[in-house]
């Protein structure tokens, strides 16, 4: 709330599961009147519960709200390296925005 001054809330896919998911974001949405929405994820776009699925990750839940994703890439002391990690992000799983 300090951040953007409205409540926040959990978007845990891993605890919540889709729906959840869904109908919290859903109800803050509407309660806030706000024209966007801004998403933290965690860890990793791709990073979840067991390192071999995307469940629990950012990216999962990214595609369950239909949400955008901005990538944010710290390429510190990187050139042509950063465009093949940002290449590699968006063709792992071409299914996330």
Not at 22 to 42: N, P
Not at 53 to 82: F, I, M
Request: hydrophobic share 50%.
């Amino acid at each position: 709330e300090a951040a953007c001054g409205v409540p926040s809330v959990n978007l845990d896919g891993w605890m919540l599961g889709q729906r959840g998911c869904q109908a919290s974001f859903l109800r803050a949405c509407e309660a806030s009147q706000a024209d966007i929405a801004v998403i933290e994820g965690v860890m990793g776009l791709h990073d979840g519960l067991d390192g071999k699925s995307e469940v629990g990750s950012t990216a999962e839940v990214a595609k369950w709200l239909s949400a955008v994703v901005v990538l944010v890439v710290d390429a510190w002391c990187l050139s042509r390296s950063a465009a093949a990690m940002v290449l590699g992000y968006t063709a792992l799983d071409p299914k996330v925005s």
